[in-house]
């Protein structure tokens, strides 16, 4: 599976950016979804994660009413919609793909990443 995230940038706190994670090269039903975060020097950190059905998802606490992760499996995509930006949410941003029923929270749950796309909120 290949995962290619888009939609990273810059932008003020307060804003919103809407992160977009495309999948090829697997069945994208058979798979859930995660998007996790790092800054310099720091462990890839959790954000949001979806079930493969778009059924179940949970966010980070630090995310929590501010970001909302989605997926749309007709276009094999995932989101992640981020309003009420701050600069800690500065980092880069990955998606990732799991196989059914892991711990989505968990970062060695995932078998597949994409590159990374870089957000930056400045104060």
């Known amino acids: 599976v290949q995962l290619q995230a888009s939609g990273g940038g810059s932008v003020q706190a307060g804003g919103s950016l809407r992160l977009s994670c495309a999948a090829s090269?697997?069945?994208?039903?058979?798979?859930?979804m995660g998007w996790f975060r790092q800054t310099p020097g720091n462990e890839r950190e959790f954000v949001a994660a979806?079930?493969?059905?778009?059924?179940?998802?949970f966010h980070a606490d630090s995310v929590k009413g501010r970001f909302t992760i989605s997926r749309d499996n007709a276009k094999n995509t995932v989101y992640l919609q981020m309003n009420s930006l701050n600069p800690e949410d500065t980092a880069v941003y990955y998606c990732?793909?799991?196989?059914?029923?892991?711990?989505?929270?968990?970062?060695?749950?995932?078998?597949?990443w994409g590159k990374g796309t870089l957000v930056t909120v400045s104060s």
């Open positions: 979806i079930s493969w059905s778009g059924g179940d998802e």
């Open positions: 090269g697997g069945i994208f039903i058979l798979y859930d």
């Open positions: 990732a793909a799991a196989p059914r029923d892991r711990n989505r929270s968990d970062v060695r749950a995932y078998d597949y």
